[in-house]
């Protein structure tokens, strides 16, 4: 079964400074992933999604992703950090194997607090 | 705004009740999936449709049942509700059932139960 865990509850840095959200996952077959942003009190929005198209993603809002298959991991960046990057991560696994369940799983989600 | 929408916004009610959440996808989407979101739990899938279908089922309770009309909005019924399932319920949509789709969120629907 697909599961996604990512290290830190809660990461705190400072503006200007390099974001670094960890993600790792546990996939039976090639694996769908994307990072979605959670704003307070709004629904989620994609951040970025790993196809098997290329392993280094690049998404909205200068955030990018690298696909290591060797580490099972898709860690989020970001070189510098804005006050309005403060919000929830959540990174998600989909698997296509074929039949019906393309569901996403997610990881428990990372509080970003962005301090000026 | 993801196109997606969801109605009511928030909603209070008390314990043993029953509640409709509904959600209309974005327009030419014909997956919809019901999400819910708690503290304890976390974000949980709870059941997909495919084009009136269903196509998928998560950890939904026998209490709970969703069902995918001919216009494609979905309407996830929650029913016997308990303190538990306070949570905020999203409904996601995608063009088509695959995994490599990306999922469009709607704003939620809270739930207070009482």
């Known amino acids: 079964a697909q599961s996604v865990t990512q290290l830190g509850s809660h990461v705190s840095v400072s503006e200007g400074a390099l974001v670094l959200l960890r993600c790792n996952y546990s996939?039976?077959?090639?694996?769908?992933l994307f990072w979605y942003v959670q704003y307070p009190n709004q629904g989620l929005q994609l951040l970025l999604k790993?196809?098997?198209?290329?392993?280094l993603v690049k998404g909205i809002n200068g955030f990018e992703a690298e696909f290591k298959k060797s580490e099972t991991s898709f860690h989020l960046t970001k070189p510098s950090a804005h006050m309005s990057d403060a919000a929830e991560y959540f990174c998600a696994v989909s698997e296509d194997s074929g039949g019906s369940n393309y569901k996403l799983t997610f990881g428990k989600g990372t509080l970003l607090t962005v301090n000026p | 705004d993801s196109g997606v929408t969801q109605t009511p916004k928030h909603l209070i009610t008390a314990t043993g009740q029953r509640v409709t959440l509904r959600c209309s996808p974005r327009s030419g989407d014909l997956s919809v999936y019901w999400y819910q979101q708690s503290l304890d739990q976390g974000l949980q899938f709870l059941i997909q449709y495919y084009n009136g279908e269903e196509r998928a089922k998560g950890n939904i309770l026998e209490r709970f049942s969703a069902q995918q009309f001919p216009d494609l909005h979905s309407e996830l019924n929650l029913s016997s509700l308990e303190l538990g399932d306070s949570a905020l319920y999203f409904c996601a949509s995608s063009v088509v059932a695959s995994g490599l789709n990306e999922q469009f969120f709607g704003p939620g629907t809270r739930l207070t139960v009482l």
């Open positions: 790993y196809t098997s198209a290329a392993t």
């Open positions: 996939s039976s077959v090639p694996p769908y």
